[in-house]
């Protein structure tokens, strides 16, 4: 795909959603930490749905400690994977306070230390948290990118690295969102809706759809 054509899907996009943010509920980095933990293999509206109750009683890592991990489990029985999510929630919060002040790093290799973060959840934290120029690739983002040919690559590592060094620095800050919510709602992955895409003209993908 050349530069001019890449560039014109994000114009769109951004014409489209000028301020796109994240689907997660949050106040505080801290929070967005810990819905972002709790989002693996789970969808953001059940993550909502349980954090809205959470957060009134545990907003801060402190608070998160003294609820303890079965107390945490009782908020989240309803996302996958909840007990493994709630020890690694509560031990992280741990490590907030005793090594950071309880606050959240702004810096990868600090995020990457703590339980239950990976590459992917701190590229979304400093993206949304810290407005870094990072792009966090799930499996929407993993699949606009091959499919359009917007930076296709084996693995979201490399889709990743694609991304940051073709992206246009104008784009770089949301285009980790554009992609998401256009993955999400637009270019799903079984039946994609060709017929409604803003970007169909421009996508490089040979197994476009007329249905909506």
């Known amino acids: 795909m050349n530069p001019e054509r890449r560039r014109e899907i994000y114009a769109r ?18 929070q967005l930490l810990v819905a972002v933990v709790l989002s693996a293999q789970a969808t953001d509206k059940s993550v909502n749905l349980a954090t809205a109750r959470l957060f009134e009683l545990a ?8 609820l303890g991990v079965a107390g945490l489990e009782s908020h989240i029985r309803t996302i996958g994977l909840y007990r493994t999510k709630a020890r690694n929630v509560v031990a992280l919060s741990q490590i907030l306070l005793d090594e950071h002040g309880g606050e959240v790093p702004a810096g990868r290799e600090a995020l990457e230390m703590l339980p239950g973060v990976g590459r992917k959840t701190a590229n979304v934290v400093l ?9 966090a690739v799930d499996t929407h983002i993993f699949r606009v990118a091959n499919r359009t040919g917007l930076a296709p690559g084996k693995d979201p590592l490399a889709v990743e690295l694609k991304l940051l060094k073709l992206t246009a620095p104008e784009f770089l800050r949301d285009a980790h969102h554009w992609l998401i919510l256009h993955g ?10 060709c017929a409604a895409c803003l970007i169909r003209d421009l996508c490089e993908f040979k197994g476009k759809s007329g249905d909506v």
């Open 184 to 193: 999400r709602y637009v270019c799903l992955a079984r039946k994609p809706k």
């Open 13 to 30: 996009l951004r014409a489209a959603n000028p301020n796109p943010r994240t689907e997660l509920v949050y106040r505080t980095p801290y």
């Open 59 to 66: 907003a801060t890592p402190a608070q998160m400690v003294a």
């Open 127 to 135: 993206n949304t948290a810290f407005g870094q120029p990072t792009v």
